[in-house]
């Protein structure tokens, strides 16, 4: 075995040294380009791709906006002009005001737009006193958005691994655990990126900026979750066994069940994903599923190998004595499973209908969609720029309505298409029978104004000979109308597939039905308390359609996690004692490490919190205040109190009692 041990740790130092910059490595395969992550058979992709007719290359616009109070002079105008030279830009159009002008700039997508951008940007400093210029529009917006992302490889696992850490001393009381489980986890972030990083560079799979922070704290919280269970059964078994190997070997036996069906459950909740229209969807499903089998790996390899090597020196100053007393039971989380042997009905009671009062708050959640410029939580200057552009220009100068309409068409189409909202609508060309049909919006194409003309506009040419309307406000109309669609399909297979996995590993109909049902609960819960705080604390404007969805697949995933590290160790304690005291002996013995596993786990996804976007930041609230519900108030009273008051029956139709 020490061989093994050592052959192991040798592997894993030589695999984290190769896999390890991978990790820094994701953002050049990422793609936070919305249009490219929706399905074909939506309406503005099938104009994306009808557009290709009407043009040589693809292109990405940004804006160009300058401003003076008072009107622009000559100067200014000439300024504008020179800076865009260098450029494939319009010529400057001036506002009719006269106080501003402004000129687009049309880039190559294929190639670096942040570069691109900011080369405008730098190119602005030099602007006339008391002139504004700021560079807005698409391409702008992309490379404010591949900036906020840039945080992720640095600042967000600096964050993440000092929570942990500091949770982890803690935990511990050891200088030395601490850094072996941070160890363990950057190995498995290491793999799980290189695995990732392959598969994205060859298409496989698609990556954005959201799946990658994800990804990190998913693979960082899950590692050390683990961890935390199957070290504290190695430090459980050393007091009842003097050999550490044998130990070891134990505590691996004793948590392979519960820790591989727990990441298997997640696994399969993720990768319920597949399902979804949105290739960003689809994309994040099996790169969370990567990191939580890297997680997997690494905590039943590396980690025991290490633990067998270290003894009881890894628990050191504070290491576990053959033959001393187990603290787990007689300490809070028992006197935790006295108060739930006592009133078990009363305890069940209350715990729902404080869940039942958060859930009364869910119809208030508003995620409808938000506009593009709402996604970031800091100033930037993309969003300044639209602003700017919308008080002088019509809101959608730049980014227009794109319908595609049979050369015939053109008539009734232009005609029909001017409704509420529009502000001009004219032919820009014609090419295979069809002819290409700009619509200028009155208001900021990523606003919730100018998608409701979208959907007037659409409404309005709809069974034109074909028609098609597409453009940037349409894709992100499309890609609002998908994730609504995501979320109605995928929440139901997710329960489902759940309930098939926890039926085969518990034996029993009834628990896995009462384990769904606590999450599920407690999962409204969370949103509607995340409600009340999103309007009334932090005043978002509302959230994508998306969130819901994400929150539901990680709570109810993770959160039948810690039933599983609970209800495993209840039915192997049943076998013995009976079903009653088996739960109140499963629930002090796991009670102190599923606590501390559910902090480190709402601490890591507290950490996206460190990412200006909104999207992140809603995500971060939600998982990290859904994890310890489920914790604090599911797993340690609602559950066991459920379980204890039904007793045997609970297993059914097991005839384990």
Not at 65 to 90: C, I, N, Q, W
Not at 324 to 346: F, I, M, N
Not at 422 to 449: F, H, N, Y
Request: include cysteine; aromatic fraction near 6%; glycine fraction near 10%.
């Amino acid at each position: 075995m020490r061989v093994l041990a050592g052959v192991l740790l040798v592997v894993w130092l030589a695999l984290g040294g190769f896999t390890g910059p991978y990790a820094g490595k994701l953002s050049e395969v990422a793609e936070n380009d919305n249009s490219a992550f929706l399905p074909n058979s939506a309406e503005s992709t099938q104009v994306a791709e009808l557009q290709k007719k009407f043009q040589q290359e693809n292109v990405i616009p940004a804006i160009v906006v300058v401003e003076r109070s008072g009107g622009l002079t000559p100067e200014d105008r000439k300024y504008l002009a020179d800076e865009v030279a260098g450029f494939k830009a319009s010529p400057v159009i001036p506002a009719q005001d006269g106080e501003a002008a402004q000129a687009i700039v049309l880039l190559d997508p294929a190639k670096d737009v942040k570069d691109a951008v900011f080369e405008l940007r730098d190119g602005t400093r030099g602007a006339p006193q008391g002139l504004t210029v700021l560079v807005t529009g698409p391409a702008a917006q992309v490379a404010d958005l591949v900036e906020a992302f840039g945080g992720i490889d640095g600042l967000l696992l600096l964050v993440a691994g000092g929570v942990v850490a500091l949770i982890l001393l803690v935990v511990y009381r050891s200088p030395l655990l601490p850094l072996v489980v941070l160890v363990s986890a950057v190995f498995a972030l290491g793999l799980a990126s290189f695995v990732v990083y392959l598969l994205a560079k060859n298409d496989v799979l698609a990556l954005n900026g959201q799946s990658q922070g994800i990804l990190s704290i998913l693979v960082v919280g899950a590692a050390t979750d683990y961890a935390l269970l199957l070290v504290s059964r190695y430090r459980e078994e050393l007091r009842d066994t003097e050999d550490k190997i044998a130990a070891v070997k134990t505590a691996w036996r004793g948590t392979i069940e519960p820790i591989a069906a727990s990441a298997g459950t997640v696994i399969l909740g993720l990768l319920c994903l597949l399902f979804s229209d949105l290739d960003s969807n689809k994309g994040l499903g099996p790169v969370a599923a990567i990191g939580i089998a890297a997680a997997l790996i690494t905590t039943m390899t590396f980690l025991p190998a290490t633990l067998a090597l270290l003894g009881r020196g890894a628990f050191w100053p504070f290491a576990p004595k053959f033959g001393s007393q187990h603290p787990e039971t007689s300490g809070l989380w028992g006197r935790v499973a006295t108060l739930v042997r006592r009133k078990p009905r009363a305890i069940w009671i209350v715990t729902t209908l404080v869940l039942l009062a958060g859930a009364a708050f869910l119809p208030q959640l508003k995620a409808s969609g938000t506009a593009q410029s709402d996604v970031f939580l800091t100033p930037v200057e993309s969003v300044a720029g639209q602003e700017l552009l919308s008080r002088h220009f019509p809101g959608g100068t730049g980014s227009p309505t794109v319908i595609i309409a049979s050369e015939g068409s053109t008539d009734e189409v232009v005609r029909k298409a001017e409704v509420d909202g529009v502000a001009d609508v004219r032919p820009s060309g014609t090419a295979d029978g069809l002819v290409r049909i700009e619509a200028t919006l009155k208001d900021a194409p990523d606003s919730d104004a100018a998608v409701a003309t979208v959907e007037r506009l659409r409404a309005a040419v709809d069974g034109i000979d074909g028609t098609k309307v597409g453009g940037p406000t349409a894709t992100l109309l499309d890609t609002r109308t998908t994730s609504e669609h995501d979320r109605t399909l995928i929440i139901p297979i997710v329960l489902l597939v759940i309930f098939l996995i926890l039926t085969v590993l518990l034996r029993s109909l009834l628990a896995p039905l009462l384990l769904i049902g606590t999450v599920v609960l407690s999962f409204a819960a969370t949103m509607g308390v995340s409600a009340l705080v999103f309007n009334h604390v932090f005043d978002f404007p509302g959230a994508d359609p998306v969130v819901p969805l994400f929150g539901f697949v990680f709570l109810v995933a993770l959160g039948i996690d810690y039933n599983i590290f609970l209800m495993t160790r209840v039915r192997e304690e049943t076998r013995e004692l009976g079903t009653v005291e088996g739960t109140l002996r499963g629930l002090s013995l796991t009670g102190g490490v599923i606590t501390s596993a559910g902090v480190v786990l709402a601490a890591t996804f507290a950490a996206l919190a460190v990412l200006p976007i909104l999207f992140l930041t809603q995500i971060a609230f939600i998982v990290a205040f859904g994890v310890l519900l489920d914790t604090l108030l599911v797993r340690s009273l609602l559950v066991p109190a459920l379980s204890v008051h039904i007793g045997g029956r609970i297993w059914w139709p097991s005839k384990l009692r």
